[in-house]
């Protein structure tokens, strides 16, 4: 019985899965091809300032490794990831935030990213409801997408998602689960407060709501104090994440997986198994080597240091430059400001405006759920010096103002 | 609405995907485990031997790069993959393949076994029928179950798949894919002849059957002849995959996949941002930097050489220990032998008996989409010296006849 099929050499969509063609083309994709013009200065992307990678430590480390593993950094290696690496993560959760877990509840992954898959492939059916924050990370909506969820967005509060909300979503609907970045969340930049995350635990404990806890940015505080995990330790069916992408390299696409959920880990192992067999396992024995033998904390501080002198000259530049309708939110780490034009304003049609001052940014859109004209806009501080940056807020005013007209 | 959910802390099975629930815990991962004991001597793991990792050379590449690019060899980086990386495998296909690719044509993953799962993502659909041979690669079993296609296993003959079967499958069912490994093929070590291949090809254009060839193993041919690919560049819906896990490293998971197929591309470049943004960059510039300035020509000839050895080796210990009745595949290439017990007895049997003689391989079972009782296995003959082989087919050989009693 043949295929259907269409003739044309490039354009077999036949073949296509349902999943696929469900699944937009990514925008920040198509956005960040066309910030490569080097006239342009891009607060588009999310790439942390080199600053963070310890080039000559790395170097060290490279050469080290070799010599004193020799064949087993090239060999094929455990799913689980290199247990060495995973006990340093573990122990550091003890010593930062007491938590209990130890190398046997960490799963080394392909970057977070590669998590976000592993979750969507172990939990989510075709129409099962995944509440997310609105506004909410784009590449947990894309990852999660392609299993196929009825996405129920809830509104992100400066203090936290609106649980008033939440409470009422989980009241109506079954949902799955929740997902969400506490610290200095991606594309806002705004922290769950204590109170909030105590309440938000136990409204998810009583709903049974599996909680992905996604920390990328938690080292990344201005200030020293850290809140503690929403779920990690409380509930049953609770994940964390993190990575060390935005405190060392993100090159090397090392993130992982953290649950004292036995069965969780038993199936990440096996869907990770499927997806590529294991990480990188030089990368693993490399990032190691460098913890054991480096002053993390120290190098931490330096990054922090200087994203808080980079977030102070946005947020003085967009005073300055921003017309007084905009509203943007106040960083208190991470790597991102999130601005609101006023009402009816297009940050779609905005972008277009601003490619012309050479200024670029991501419109709102792909951090929501559904379709539709949004007046927000992403910005990123990590990866462009104070002058550039106040140059390219004063490009974005003027885009804004004429926008206005 | 509170979902229904166990209390038990570990065991909430409740959340887990059905795609999961269809899925067997890995086999193969049980019994890697079971081969840690150091008297073993194990047959069963798939790994290269360590002559087949240029230690030395990549560990000038890596101080290399790091000294040439600097911060790029640490940041994020592009979904496709590094381009002049690209460049120089499309240049491989046009010099070995005469093959009219290029870098566009090429897209690198995270080892062939992300290839495996972005292309089980982007094309099957729940229930959709995939043909594989039987025996066939169980990484591609694991990786495409996930999407659960309802799988059509065709028996694997001495010059490669059996057509007249397949032909009546595809006549009788709308087949989406075929998946192959036509050079030394992982259980068998078998080969598509020449004559095959062009008749294969003309079979799945007339059914508009997408080819996946997955082809880890041709570089590892013991005698230098080379036969030109299934349906790279001449079927619309074709695929080959490439790795450089046998030739130079498995830990660093680099592969790729390769097609002219556009949409085939476009959807697999959104599938593998959402599955883990791109590929370890480090590695990508490591390896394109190993090989500018190495001969790989020059070293995948010491493999094969060693490899000969080996495989001649177990050859020759299968002649001298093993019953008469006992069949195994004569390898040209590649890493494995397959064994054929007399009719009734048990590979899994057998597997318990080898263990308390110190030797293991892996049971075929795996290896078919269907379960029960099979007498194949999978012998490697890649990781282990001529005296050990010997030694390890002497306690096998010990163990049949123990289970043939």
């Known amino acids: 019985m043949k295929r259907e099929a269409t003739t044309n050499y490039s354009e077999d969509y036949s073949i296509i899965s349902d999943r696929m063609r469900n699944t937009k083309p990514s925008f920040i994709r198509e956005i960040l091809k066309v910030t490569e013009n080097p006239e342009t200065i891009s607060f588009a992307g999310g790439l942390p300032n080199p600053i963070s990678f310890p080039k000559e430590e790395l170097k060290e ?3 080290r490794i070799v010599e004193q593993y020799g064949d087993k950094v090239f060999q094929y290696s455990t799913t689980e990831g290199f247990r060495p690496l995973r006990e340093w993560i573990a122990n550091r959760y003890k010593e930062q935030y007491h938590l209990s877990v130890d190398a046997d509840d960490i799963i080394i992954t392909t970057g977070s990213q590669q998590g976000l898959d592993l979750m969507g492939k172990i939990l989510i059916n075709k129409g099962d409801k995944v509440c997310i924050e609105k506004p909410g990370y784009l590449g ?3 990852a999660f997408s392609l299993y196929e969820p009825e996405f129920l967005a809830i509104p992100l509060l400066e203090d936290g998602i609106d649980l008033e909300l939440l409470e009422e979503t989980l009241e109506n609907n079954e949902v799955k689960l929740l997902y969400t970045v506490p610290n200095f969340q991606n594309p806002t930049g705004l922290t769950y407060s204590k109170e909030k995350r105590e309440k938000l635990c136990a409204l998810l404990e009583r709903y049974h709501t599996v909680l992905i ?3 990328p940015y938690s080292d990344l505080a201005f200030e020293q104090e850290s809140l503690p995990y929403i779920g990690a330790e409380k509930l049953v069916n609770s994940v964390l994440f993190g990575s ?4 060392i390299t993100p090159g090397l696409r090392l993130g992982w997986i953290c649950t004292k959920n036995a069965e969780i880990l038993k199936q990440v192992i096996v869907a990770k198994q499927a997806s590529d067999l294991h990480s990188n396992i030089f990368s693993q ?3 190691y080597d460098y913890l054991i033998h480096n002053d993390l904390g120290k190098h931490i501080d330096a990054i922090r240091k200087l ?8 947020l003085l530049a967009t005073e300055k430059y921003f017309p007084k309708e905009v ?3 106040i960083p208190k780490g991470g790597m991102f400001m999130w601005a609101e034009l006023p009402k009816g304003m297009s940050s779609a049609v905005l972008f277009e405006m601003a490619l012309k001052e050479n200024v670029a940014f991501v419109p709102g859109n792909p951090f929501y759920t559904e379709e539709g004209e949004v007046n927000t806009l992403r910005l990123n501080y990590t990866n ?11 490009r974005l005013g003027r885009a804004i103002s004429r926008c206005a007209i």
Chains 1, 2 share one sequence.
């Open 61 to 63: 480390s490279m050469n």
């Open 140 to 142: 947990a909506i894309q």
């Open 213 to 215: 806890e996604d920390d």
């Open 244 to 247: 060390i992408s935005k405190i």
């Open 285 to 287: 024995y490399l990032i």
């Open 307 to 314: 994203y808080k002198q980079q977030s102070d000259a946005m």
């Open 327 to 329: 509203k943007v939110t």
């Open 384 to 394: 462009s010096d104070a002058t550039m940056i106040e140059e390219g807020i004063k």
